[in-house]
């Protein structure tokens, strides 16, 4: 079984600073990583995926994260962090056997202040 | 290209009253998710839904069910209504199980409040 651990519930940053959410995972099989971005009363939006390939990732608005298997780790990272960045970050995982399944961590709440 | 619609966007229910939630996907998408999103336990994983057929289901009581139509749209069913099942009920759609077909596509989800 996968599983996701998002080791910030809470992530406090100044804008313009640089900020890492944290995220280990476990599998038993190859995976799919990914980060989504859900803003206040809305969905989630995809951030970055890793399938396969390079282990650094570029996404939108400027994140990349990288993917270490031997640290089952895929921790997200922005140089400057705006305001806007403010919202709820969740890393997932999916190893699609069997159809289309993701585990989701529980969340980390960034908040950037001026 | 339309995103993914789900309806109504809020919904308040009475304990032990049944609701149906209704998830339209991106055009082409064939598969469909459920989650359930509370501030305590996050998003969790309710079923999946593939061509008309479940596919996968996570680990809730029989009381929440769904369906998926020819046209992919999708319907989740919850009968009996507890206090606990106030959430945000998010979908999500996506092309196939393919690799180039990964993402996820949510919709904004809809708000039921159960009192």
């Known amino acids: 079984a996968q599983s996701v651990t998002q080791l910030d519930s809470q992530v406090p940053v100044f804008e313009e600073a640089p900020v890492e959410l944290r995220c280990n995972y476990s599998s038993s099989v190859s995976v799919y990583l990914f980060w989504y971005v859900q803003y206040p009363n809305q969905g989630l939006q995809l951030l970055l995926k890793?399938?396969?390939?390079?282990?650094l990732v570029k996404g939108i608005n400027g994140f990349e994260a990288e993917f270490n298997k031997s640290q089952t780790s895929f921790h997200l990272r922005k140089p400057s962090v705006h305001i806007s960045d403010t919202a709820e970050y969740f890393c997932a995982v999916s190893d699609h056997t069997g159809g289309f399944k993701t585990i989701f961590g529980a969340g980390t709440r960034l908040f950037v202040k001026a | 290209k339309a995103g993914v619609t789900q309806t109504p966007r809020y919904l308040i229910k009475t304990r032990g009253q049944q609701v149906t939630l209704s998830c339209s996907p991106i055009?082409?998408?064939?598969?469909v998710s459920w989650y359930q999103q509370t501030p305590g336990q996050g998003l969790q994983f309710l079923f999946e839904y593939f061509s008309e057929t479940q596919r996968n289901k996570g680990n809730f009581p029989g009381r929440f069910s769904g369906r998926q139509f020819s046209n992919s749209r999708s319907e989740m069913n919850v009968s009996t209504l507890e206090l606990g099942d106030s959430a945000l009920y998010l979908c999500?759609?996506?092309?196939?199980?393919?690799?180039?077909?990964?993402?996820?596509?949510f919709g904004q989800g809809t708000r039921l409040t159960v009192v």
């Open positions: 999500a759609s996506s092309g196939d199980s393919s690799l180039m077909n990964t993402e996820a596509f």
């Open positions: 055009s082409g998408h064939r598969s």
């Open positions: 890793y399938l396969s390939g390079s282990t």
